[in-house]
């Protein structure tokens, strides 16, 4: 299930950025401490330098602590938002429904599949709007 996803893993092909912060030290040829903000207080400081992206001082590539709200466990809760399709896959003894989700600061191609009766359980706002639809076509018969 999507629901919580951890810091930094957000797309295969979008890494993500914070910062810029200070160099506090160089440790070895390959890593280097950084002088992180207290609200990062849980984050080991040493990073390798793979890890790390020069500031070229252009500030939209600039993502701050503040708009990603992090929690004391270094995640966040995604949001769905809307159900975009649904599709029913027949396994040998019973049939699977799954709907394909739009999340918060998604894109249309980020949408996944998840399981329908799991969405149902976690998030039933989503379903009220097409149950009522549906409703009403069959009353209308």
Known sequence: MKGIMRFGKKGKLSPRYIGPYRIAKR???VAY?????QELAAVYPVFHISMLKKC???LSLILSTESIK???NLSYEEIPV???DRQVRRLRMKDLASVKVLWRNQF????TWEAEEDMKKIYPYL??????GI????SAL
């Open 33 to 37: 401490e950084l002088e992180l903000p």
């Open 27 to 29: 440790i070895g040829n």
């Open 127 to 132: 379903f009220e709007s097409a149950d009522q």
């Open 70 to 72: 992090i929690k004391d």
């Open 108 to 111: 249309v191609e980020e949408a």
């Open 135 to 138: 409703k009403f076509l069959l």
């Open 56 to 58: 070229i001082g252009d």
């Open 82 to 84: 809307q159900i975009l």
